[in-house]
């Protein structure tokens, strides 16, 4: 019997663990910079605040230059900037209330004080630099912040909203709410009795006219000078075919929170958006909202299709509209037939082709959910009572048999307009390769399993399903991860879910479960078998082929990761990079698996970068390996340098000796014999110190 001790919590379960962070160069941040909202000159600079980012102009050497996470930032979700020229610095004021210090040399200051700092009201109303200071408005008081000194010098609570502040004459002015109130600097104040109301002022506060004007002359500047990037900062769907990245900018959550209509494709490093402007005219701009899923035709690559959470399926061809499904012209149907706007409201989710090529969806709050637009045109809709008006169906999976596995995220309580309460759980649908004969069909909904163990689990949300190069189902929820290993077992009476124990491994012989209690979102499966894990508010964990390893557990503190909160997961298996969406944006991590080569071939093994030039930091990568390829690094004099098994289809180098030492300047060989030993491939490396 396996002595277990369940936690409800990550702390001790990951106590023993080691948390490798990963270097920012192997980061990239996919940031909008389409909308410019602000611009400030710093000497030949103009510093352009766009979408919460930033970038920069140099108005002699016409260069475009981006800041983030991965190089000089601190965070991400830029509120506001101001440029002190007493000072030569920048200041970045964060929606969290982080401000950093960015010096025209690139050295960046951190000042994570207001942030951290326990304050009634953090909305942030203004940031103003005066000289060599920068003052922050509050809701409930103000920030001063010493640029010159790089010192955050106090809050001031004011017991009110400070809409904008100034300093004059060795004292400051906050326009609040109950008045302008004034503050002798030679007093204490952070003593709220040393502040006077003033019954009237002559101060200036805000912007003025002159400094307004001289704005909008640089964001004129600054317009057609846009670094090529995503149109807006949303990505909730990612879906990835080869090198092309698709993109659904959407969301499906309650309350209702809209988005823009918004669909990307990134291939060869350029984003292109699809267009909108038909959309909107066809069903108005609150009508194109939210879009859920993308999916692209398998037999046409400039084909796609989109599905929204409010009016139906579009369909584009060249990123340009054709055609659009709705309650008026095909099955789906709309939660309020009755309304004016009742297009508004047909609700259509997981977007997937099955493997003989037709596409599936699911029209939420309706009494047939899965409908089937085949490929001959046709249509074909497959009705279940016992998920009838259900809420939430999100995620469509096929897998090797080409059986469905289809999620309904969230328990619900009864609707007002359907009467009926949403139950999470998983419908799974088996056709047997007939989606016309409905009568040799086989399904089951899964709300209530048991584990290995015999425990019983209702979860409250079901957030996703995938299949590993096994054959193995994973399952991930609000409980943690699940699976099993026989999947074709889930329609019998007895099926149970196995929940992964991971041994402790300090003598005790107890084992916890893996991510247990931890809200699981999205599961991907590399190259090397390894899951990539996204989670509700953890961050990303990579975890081994059989999980019983974590890998890496990258967060917001620790990474460059933008957000915590993680919406889905893509990997290129060509490159290893791995597309992180997350509900502040997109960005990707440089992966050490790629998809495994069916050969073994000198011809197709690719190491990069080669050479390997001095300022390099990095590790090489060599990928077309077949799975599990034993490498061998020797020098030109053939003396084994190190040694080792790729992960999937690639392998990567640290250049240094098994002994941490690193390797001289030379000529080195990449030795590869595929898990047998039987094929082999050579791959020359040269290293340049």
Known sequence: MIRLLKIAGLACFFLSLTCFHAKANEWKIYASYHNATKAVKADTRIFVLASGNLYSYDTEDETVETYDKTNYLSDFGIHDIAYSSYSKTLVILYENGNIDLLGMDGETWNMPDMKNKAIDDKTLNELKVVDGEALISLGSGLVLIDINKKYYVDYYALGSKVSNATIQGGKIYANTASGVMEGDRTLNLLDLSNWKTLSSST????????????????????????????????????????????????????????????????EGGKWTAFDEEEAIALVEERGYRNVTDIVQDPNDSEHHWLGTKRSGIYEFKDYKLVNHYDHTNSPLSTILPESSHAGWYVRVTGLQYDPEGNLWMLNNQRDTIVHILKKDGSWQSYHYDEVAFFETFDNTVFDTRGWAWINSRRTANRNSVTGVASQSGLLIINTNGTIDKTSDDTHRFISTFYNQNGESYTPDLYYCVAEDLNGTIWMGCTKGVFTTSSPETVFDTNFTFTQPIVPRNDGSGLGDYLLSDVPVKCITIDGGNRKWVGTLKNGVYLLSADGMETLQHFTAANSPLISDEINSIAINGETGEVFIATTEGLCSFQGDATDPATTMKSSHLKVYPNPVRPEYQGNVHITGLMYNSNVKIVSAAGKLVTEGTSVGGEYSWNCCYKTGRHVASGIYYALCTDEEGKKGAVAKILIIK
């Open 203 to 266: 101060i200036a506060f805000g912007q003025t006219a002159e400094e307004k004007a001289a704005e909008e002359a640089l964001l004129e500047q600054v317009a057609n000078i846009v670094p090529d990037s995503p149109i807006r900062n949303y990505s909730y769907k990612l879906n990835l075919l080869g090198n092309r990245l698709l993109v659904a900018g959407g969301n499906f959550y309650y309350p209702e929170v809209e988005y823009p209509g918004t669909a990307m494709k990134y």
